[in-house]
Structures are given as C-alpha cells and as structure tokens.
C-alpha cells in the first residue's frame, strides 16, 4: 500500500514553498500527496506581490473529499490565509478524524509571514490558530519567529529554544519542534523536539547558503511522509531533520535574491539514453 498525505497550504507561484514545497518533499519521500489549497499568492523570490484566499467551505471540502475517498495517513497545514479558513479546517479535520488523539497525526506548521516578512494571516488568523489549532496540533513547528508571535518570548539561542519548547507545549500541541534556522550565529544547526518531560536536540550542520527559501515546509513535510509512513513522532523528527538538512546543501540560486532549497538530492540519477 502507498502511504499518502495531507497538505493544507497555499500555493507559491516561485515553486520554492507552500504546497509546491510540500508535494515535492512528499514525493521524494515515497509518499502520495494530496492538497486542500488554501489560498494563491503571486509570489517570487522578491516578495509575496498579491494573494487570493479559496473560500473557506471549498478549504474544508478539499479536506474532507480526499479523506472519505482516498484515505490521508498524515496531514501538514502551511499558510491558512485567514480566522475564517482555519475555523472551516478545525472542524473538516475533526469530521476526518484528523488531529491530537485522533486516527491521523497532525503537523502544525504556524506560518505566519513569507521568509520576505509578508503575513499570511492577520490577528483573527492568529487568534484562531491558537484557539483552533495548537490543542489539535500532534505536533508543531514554528520557526524563531513564529515562537515570538505565540509566546512572546525572543530566542537568542540553545537554551533558551528549550524554554520556548516548555511555554509552546503548554497552549496544546502533544510535541513541539522548534526550528533554528534564524540562529544564524550558531555553528550547528540543532532543532529541538519537545513532548512535555524530555527533550531531543536533532543536530545537523549549519550550511553557509544564502538559498533557503522552503526549508521551513520542507522541513514539516518530510516529518508528515515519516508520519504517513508509520514511524513515531521523534523518529519522523530526526527523518524530517536528515531530509532538510540535504535539501539546504543541495540549494540553488534562482531568480533575484534567496532561492529554493532542494527535493532533488533523492532522486536518482537520470537513467534515459537518447536513441538506446
Ligand atoms: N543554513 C542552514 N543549514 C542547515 N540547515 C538549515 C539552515 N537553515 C535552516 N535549516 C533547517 O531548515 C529547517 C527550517 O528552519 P527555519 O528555522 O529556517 O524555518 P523557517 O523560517 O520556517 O523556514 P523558511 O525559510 O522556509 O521560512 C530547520 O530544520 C533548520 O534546522
Ligand atoms: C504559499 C506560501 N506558503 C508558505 C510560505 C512560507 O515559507 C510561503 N512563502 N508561501
């Protein structure tokens, strides 16, 4: 049986993030994807220029068509666009059977702004995901900047990734992630999984590429292909870390300023022979 797996996202028209990153990473994974869009931006590697939000009953009818069907073994949220759209997914979810003590885990990713400080969301939207989500969440992972939006706390550095792990498991989810690649001082890049009694430090290299543009989705999705394919929690942690980690060293430049990290390092060598 082929495993699949769920994105909620919106989609990146420079093809380096949101749902574009996240089928990509699914398949190179092994896994089927399957998408409820949630929004369109018009985007490239200078800013998110403009954006339409998919109505919300549509988000939720994506949902729902693709689990009472196709079955989801893992699900990813990425941008949800708006309160409206992150209400109308908390209840598709719960009607799939989708979320934290449920059939199906459920990976949180709180994107809150472009990597070119864009929003994609406002206040209602911030509100709803942490009312909404986090108690749904069987995992989260903000980036630095998303931990000072839900907790207000500034990480400078290891230790205190390890305190906002502590104040981010207290609004809901059952682990959470912290992601550290805004420690740009760091020599190491060592993300922490938190689960409310212990702590793991998922160490990696930190690599001196300017090109970093999706690592965050990249990131969350290969987590959810380890989910779909049946490992547990810490063990799709370290999975997702290995699968992010190659795709920031395999990057490459496109367009003006910060390009895409890379899905491609798994693919196999091109096999076809013109004429052979
Ligand atoms: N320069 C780097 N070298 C190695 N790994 C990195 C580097 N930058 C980010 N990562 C890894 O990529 C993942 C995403 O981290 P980051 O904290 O940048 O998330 P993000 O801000 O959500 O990403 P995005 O750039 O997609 O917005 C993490 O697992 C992190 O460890
Ligand atoms: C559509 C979309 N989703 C997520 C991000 C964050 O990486 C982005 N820049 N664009």
């Keep these: 049986m082929v495993a699949s797996a769920l994105t909620i996202a919106g989609s990146d ?22 998408v409820a869009v949630t929004a369109v931006t018009v985007q490239n590697t200078l800013g998110v220029h403009d954006r339409s939000d998919i109505p919300p009953h549509v988000v939720a009818g994506q949902i729902e068509a693709v689990a009472a069907d196709m079955g989801v073994n893992a699900a990813k949220t990425g941008m949800l666009a708006s309160g409206e759209i992150i ?19 459920f990976v949180v990713d709180p994107v809150a702004a472009s990597m070119h400080g864009h929003p994609l969301f406002d206040d209602a939207g911030l509100a709803a995901l942490r009312e909404e989500l986090l108690p ?23 230790a205190e990734m390890h305190e906002a792990a502590v104040a981010l498991h207290a609004l809901g989810p ?12 760091d020599p190491e890049c060592v993300d922490v999984l938190y689960d409310g009694t212990d702590f793991v430090d998922l ?8 090109h970093t543009h999706g690592a965050g989705d990249s990131m969350a999705s ?24 190659n795709a920031v060293a395999n990057s490459y430049p496109m367009g003006a300023k910060v390009g895409p990290v890379s899905a491609f390092w798994r693919l196999a060598p091109e096999e076809f022979t013109p004429g052979g």
């Design 174 to 185: 059952r682990y959470v992630l912290v992601k550290s690649g805004h420690l740009t001082e």
């Design 13 to 34: 028209s420079g093809g380096a993030a949101g749902l574009q990153a996240d089928l990509r990473t699914f398949l190179t994974c092994g896994v089927h994807g399957l």
């Design 222 to 245: 290969a987590l959810t292909a380890g989910l779909a394919r049946g490992m547990s929690v810490p063990e799709a942690a370290r999975f997702g870390k290995w699968f992010v980690s």
């Design 87 to 105: 209400k109308a997914v908390a209840e598709a979810c719960d009607r799939a059977d989708i979320g934290r003590d449920r059939a199906v885990p």
């Design 203 to 210: 160490h990696g290299p930190r690599f001196a590429t300017p």
């Design 136 to 158: 749904r969440a069987t995992v989260l992972t903000p980036n630095l900047d998303e931990v000072r939006l839900l907790t207000g706390l500034t990480v400078t550095g290891r």
